[in-house]
């Protein structure tokens, strides 16, 4: 079940919606095997998707959809339920002596392996999946732009980035609705309403959804 799917079961009657990526996913690199006795670092489910089937090798990873999807993969999976900085607090917690793998795209944030590498770890980074930007789709410029409430959800700092780089005009009736504080602490400048989910999850995410659209006027 999608988001969209999972946030129309929450709401029983789901908005009109459209779905406008403005990141596309493509494939990195020969995807080599993990050794047996390394240790996965997944940042997002793309590195899951991109990366290697795992054959029971402990993965760190960042929140527990990620750990779900490295569980069907073949993980052992360890959530650190939240962010990338939970994350890294975990494994250094845990000190475990063998490799760390971190699998991420082209284009990443938090410096994980170069900061796990300063505290006496082993760790790489294997690059396995590139982040191509795209522009907002006509019908979601005409939403954005338009007189009607409108809610834009974000789930990257880098979505959020790419959108800041296209707005080059108000949108007095739009509200964006982030994952994370770092993802709202790209766009802050676009003079929009921003509100940010409790939690870096997607049933946190849509609960803020829920609250907002229940404060918006009737059509």
Known sequence: MDFLDRLGVQMRVLPPSITSPLLRIAPFGEGRALPKDSIAIFTSRNGIVYGPKGSGQLAYCVGDETAKAATQAGYTAISAQGNA?????????????????????????????????SQGLKARREVVYQQVAERLSRTAQELVFGPEQTLILLF????????????????????AVCLSDAIAREITDLGIEISVSARPDADALIDRVCQIYTGFPPP
């Not at 880098?158 to 739009?174: F, S």
């Open 85 to 117: 900085e939970n994350l890294l607090e975990r494994v250094l917690l845990d000190r475990n002596p063998n490799e760390h793998v971190h699998f991420s795209g082209a284009q990443t944030r938090g410096d994980i392996v170069e900061r796990l590498v």
């Open 156 to 175: 990257s700092p880098m979505t959020a980035r790419n959108l800041r780089d296209q707005i080059n005009k108000p949108m007095p009736h739009t509200q």
